[in-house]
C-alpha cells in the first residue's frame, strides 16, 4: 500500500513537472554545451581560423525536451518509474558510424555498421528515427554508402548484402538494385542532374554506373596502381562535373569527369601529415575545397580546388577535434562538414568560416 501511495505520487510529480502532456523535443548539436567548445577552431591561434567546431551527433541525447529543465526533469523521473534507466546501454546511440548525408529535407543520415542500421537524425520534427530494415523480412547487416535517390528516395549500400537499398522518406523499404552486379559495395553518389548513381564496389575494384531505374550502364576503372585504375575504392563524392573517389589501397584521391575519364589524382604515400595511407571518405564543400578522411593517422585533410594540400585537423583521441579511426565525410550547403568518427561513437560537425 505504502509502495502504490510512492509510486502514485512520483507519477503525479512526473504529470506536474510535464506540464501533464506530451513532451515535445528539440534537436541540438552541443546538447551539454562546454564553455570551452566555443573558442575551438582550426588553425589554433596565431593562425587566421579557418573552421570551428559547431557540435556533434551521438543519438538520443541530441534531443532535449523543448520547455528545458522542467521537461527534462519529468521525463528522467517517467524513464526511472517505468524501469528504463540504467548504466546506457538501454539509450539510442551511435556505435560504429560509417558515412550519412544531409538531405535536402534537413535530415541528417547516418550509417552504423555496428547497430546494423541508419538512424535519422530530424531537427525539423525533433526526433530520432532508428531504420533496420532493407526488405521485407530481411535487415541491414553492413550499412555503409548513403545517398539522396529519385523522387526524395534513401539509398543505402550494404557491404555484405550486395546491394543498394531504396527506402521512401520514413525508412520503407521500397526495392534495390545492383543483385549478381555489386561484390561488395561500399560509397554512393547521385548526380541529379543526369540521373545516374555511383557505385563503389570495392571487391570488384571499380566503380559502376546505374541509371535511377537501377539498370547498370557504365562501369569506370579496373584494379591496377596506374591512373584512373582502382585499388579497394571505398568512398565517392560527386562535386559539379567531377567524381571524386578514394583509391584506399593505392593511397590516393582519384577525380574523375562523369564519363569515366580520369583528371588528376591528389596524395601520396607517406608518413608526413597531408600523405595518404588508408583513405576514406571524401567530400566536397560549397567553396570547392575538398576533404578527405585519412583513417590511419587519424585526420582530415583539406585541400584546395586543385589537389593543394592546406591543412589537417585530428590526430588520434577523443577530445574534440581528435579522431578514432575515423570513416565517411559529408558536406551541406551551409559549409558544415560532418565526419563520422567511427571508434568515438559520434560524427563531428565544423564550420568552414572563411577563405583558405
Not at 538512424?119 to 530494415?133: E, H, I
Not at 590516393?252 to 576514406?280: A, C, E, H, W
Amino acid at each position: 500500500m505504502i509502495r502504490r501511495i510512492f509510486t502514485l505520487s512520483l507519477l503525479g510529480l512526473v504529470l506536474l513537472l510535464s506540464g501533464c502532456g506530451e513532451t515535445r523535443y528539440v534537436m541540438r548539436l552541443d546538447p551539454e554545451p562546454a564553455k570551452e567548445h566555443a573558442s575551438l577552431v582550426w588553425p589554433a591561434a596565431p593562425e587566421i581560423p579557418r573552421f570551428r567546431y559547431v557540435g556533434q551527433l551521438t543519438g538520443e541525447q541530441n534531443f532535449v525536451p523543448e520547455d528545458g529543465e522542467k521537461q527534462a526533469i519529468g521525463s528522467r523521473i517517467l524513464r526511472w518509474l517505468v524501469g528504463l534507466t540504467g548504466n546506457g546501454e538501454d539509450r539510442t546511440v551511435l556505435k560504429r558510424p560509417q558515412s550519412g548525408m544531409t538531405g535536402s529535407d534537413g535530415r541528417v543520415y547516418v550509417s552504423d555498421i555496428a547497430v546494423h542500421a541508419v538512424f535519422v537524425f530530424d531537427r525539423m520534427a525533433g526526433k530520432l528515427s532508428v531504420w533496420t530494415q532493407s526488405e521485407e523480412y530481411r535487415n541491414f547487416v553492413t550499412p555503409i554508402g548513403v545517398a539522396e535517390g529519385p523522387g526524395g528516395q534513401v539509398l543505402v549500400a550494404d557491404a555484405e548484402l550486395g546491394r543498394v537499398y531504396r527506402l521512401d522518406r520514413d525508412g520503407k523499404p521500397i526495392g534495390s538494385f545492383g543483385k549478381d552486379i555489386l561484390v561488395r559495395p561500399t560509397g554512393l553518389a547521385r548526380d541529379a542532374q543526369r540521373h545516374r548513381i555511383y557505385v563503389a564496389d570495392t571487391h570488384a575494384h571499380d566503380i559502376k554506373v546505374f541509371d535511377d531505374d537501377g539498370m547498370l550502364v557504365d562501369t569506370i576503372g579496373h584494379r591496377g596502381e596506374d591512373q584512373g585504375e582502382l585499388n579497394f575504392p571505398t568512398h565517392l563524392a560527386i562535386a559539379g562535373d567531377k567524381l571524386y573517389v578514394t583509391d584506399s589501397m593505392n593511397a590516393r584521391l582519384q577525380i574523375f569527369d562523369l564519363q569515366g575519364r580520369v583528371i588528376r589524382s591528389i596524395g601520396r604515400r607517406g608518413l608526413y601529415i597531408g600523405n595518404m595511407t588508408r583513405p576514406k571518405g571524401v567530400t566536397v564543400d560549397p567553396s570547392g575545397n575538398i576533404y578527405v578522411v585519412e583513417s590511419f593517422y587519424d585526420n582530415l585533410l583539406v585541400f584546395n580546388s586543385e589537389g593543394k594540400f592546406l591543412m589537417p585537423i585530428g590526430g588520434t583521441g577523443k577530445d574534440i577535434g581528435q579522431f578514432y579511426l575515423p570513416s565517411g565525410v559529408w558536406s551541406d550547403q551551409q559549409g558544415r562538414i560532418y565526419v563520422a568518427d567511427m571508434f568515438n561513437g559520434r560524427i563531428v560537425i565544423f564550420q568552414f568560416i572563411g577563405a583558405m
